[in-house]
């Protein structure tokens, strides 16, 4: 039997190193990554604006607890009420004094089981108006932090190679994820929502570039990548109504418990399957990151997805708190209401990562910023949580859209005007994502305290229906003079592979090999 069960481990450690390299696990793993970064960035959606809010009232509203001197023929006990510092309950030896305390208040932002309008209901309240600009500061953190940080992460993934950076963006989400459990103070909110930033640029940049890398078709390519993206919707898709229920009827802790627990096993497929080690460095040296943010197609794919996802980024922080001031929504359907935005953004990049490769990427993404535009201006018309359905359903829905086509887009650029080296272009990529989720959060808090949400829904509804037409640009972008009289040479369809441009005979060599091999 010991002969027998030593024979299976030497099976399964011999079936992980061949499986190592396989297309579809390394798929897998990004998913995973991606699903789990993802549902820490939208878990705190419907938690954050209102336990701060509650947090800020509990502190504003706490009592001064006195004590009056004992005396010794008896105890002393004082009871201050929340309403009223002077009301009291004192016992003293012969005689008791009692003065009526009203029942203690519960949290101005939390339901009851009953139907008064005061537990849930916020309109005209100013402070919570002012949670706008901390809750969008907070929120816009960690894509600060991101956007400040991808310039270094996508050369690095050029040197030493992906596994190394998508396992420290395991490690570094993973102490997140536990500073927020335990934190209780805006400021190490803030320094939990900052961190995520870093470990989420190592995931996405070291993720995307890594399904570049194996998958060298373009139409492949964007089927893995749409894939991928499946993954950040379902996070997107799971994070608000888990965060909201678990919030309302476990407490703050519980939902970032779990999601520590799920981080710890995605950390140990990846050793398992990556083994997170130093690479040789691609053979060919990747074009420099300010060279590729100077190609206008780039600029025009990385608009695209910085104003798409600037949308939901603005929803985010903002709409809690009006549906808290206008809708006198509970918790759960703070959370809840983002439901509808995420279904549709899973069918989204799921439907157009195989089918805007052959209607055309960019038709699909110009349908899809017009789409984000015309919904978003839709939303300040909801009356209650129903009125949020089909609006929601369909920014998220035109967001699948945008990022399905422009994340292969990126690629597909770099092999026909650039070297196919993927970890800048991708960086770039993200740090379009991040300026969406930066400056979203951050101006869209500012915007709806000063004129109000519905005239924020009004500007960034209005910017991307203007954006959508620079993406016919992208239609038929011109590569580069060696690429081109390469393709031309050999008779064949743009493919997303690692040309040689400085070895062109090499490349129809081998280019010649493979077609003999093929007949």
């Known amino acids: 039997m010991g002969g027998l069960d030593r024979l299976r481990d030497f099976s399964l450690l011999r079936w992980l190193r061949e499986e190592r390299q396989s297309r ?35 502190e504003a509203t706490a009592p001064n607890y006195t004590v009056s001197p004992q005396t010794p023929s008896g105890t002393f006990q004082t009871i201050v009420s929340l309403y009223d510092n ?70 690095l993934t050029n040197r030493i190679g992906y596994q190394i950076p998508m ?58 990548i749409g894939i991928a993206l499946g993954g950040m919707a379902m996070g997107v898709l799971v994070g608000p109504p888990f965060g909201s229920v678990m919030y309302e009827f476990v407490g703050k802790t519980a939902p ?16 398992f399957i990556l083994q997170p080690s130093k690479v040789e460095p691609e053979s060919q040296k990747g074009t420099s990151l300010l060279t590729l943010m100077k190609d206008p197609y780039i600029l025009i794919a990385a608009g695209s997805i910085c104003f798409a996802n600037m949308a939901i980024a603005m929803l985010e922080p903002a709409l809690p708190i009006w549906m ?39 038709l699909c993404s110009l349908i899809g910023m017009l789409l984000v535009g015309i919904s978003i201006l839709c939303v ?13 359903f369909g920014v998220g829905f035109a967001i699948g859209m945008v990022d399905s086509s422009m994340m292969p887009i990126m690629g597909y650029l770099v092999d026909l005007r650039h070297v196919s ?32 949400f519905p005239w924020l829904m009004t500007i960034i509804g209005v910017v991307d229906i203007l954006f959508a ?35 062109t005979q090499n490349y129809q060599m081998d280019d010649g090999m493979e077609t003999e091999s093929e007949e």
Not at 256 to 271: K, P, R, S, T, Y
Not at 380 to 392: E, S
Not at 424 to 450: E, H, K, Q
Not at 480 to 498: F, G, H, Q, S, Y
């Open 24 to 58: 579809k696990l390394i798929l897998l793993i990004v998913f995973i990554a991606l699903l789990l970064d993802n549902m820490l960035l939208t878990v705190v959606v419907p938690i954050i604006p209102s336990y701060l809010y509650t947090a800020d009232n509990q």
């Open 86 to 155: 002077s009301t009291r309950v004192t016992a003293g030896a012969g005689a008791a004094f009692t003065t009526a305390m009203p029942p203690l208040p519960t949290s101005p932002a939390a339901p009851t089981n009953g139907t008064a309008p005061d537990s849930d209901c916020h309109e005209g309240d100013k402070k919570l108006l002012n949670e706008n600009v901390k809750v969008g500061l907070l929120f816009a953190s960690k894509a600060t932090v991101q956007l400040i940080t991808n310039p270094f992460i996508g050369p």
């Open 167 to 224: 396992f420290a963006g395991f490690c570094i989400m993973f102490l997140s994820t536990l500073m927020f459990a335990f934190s209780k103070s805006y400021s190490l909110l803030f320094l939990a929502r900052s961190l995520q930033g870093v470990g989420s640029s190592c995931s996405s940049v070291a993720g995307m570039g890594m399904l570049a890398s194996v998958y060298t078709d373009d139409e492949e390519r964007g089927n893995a």
């Open 256 to 271: 970032f418990l779990i999601l520590a627990v799920l981080a710890l096993l995605d950390g140990a497929l990846q050793l």
């Open 324 to 362: 808290m001031e206008t809708m006198c929504s509970r918790k759960w359907q703070l959370g809840v209401a983002f439901v509808p935005a995420s279904v549709s953004y899973l069918i989204g990049t799921n439907i157009f990562g195989v089918l805007a490769h052959k209607m055309g990427r960019w």
């Open 380 to 392: 300040p018309f909801a009356k209650d949580i129903y009125g949020l359905i089909v609006p929601n």
């Open 421 to 452: 080296v993927y970890g800048s272009v991708y960086a770039i990529a993200d740090v379009a994502f991040c300026m969406g989720f930066a400056l979203g959060p951050s101006a869209g808090g500012a915007i709806a305290r000063s004129i109000g």
């Open 469 to 503: 037409p620079l993406c016919f640009f992208l239609r038929s972008p011109p590569g580069k003079e060696e690429k081109m009289a390469i393709l031309m040479d050999c008779n064949c369809p743009v493919k997303t592979r690692a040309y040689n441009t400085q070895d």
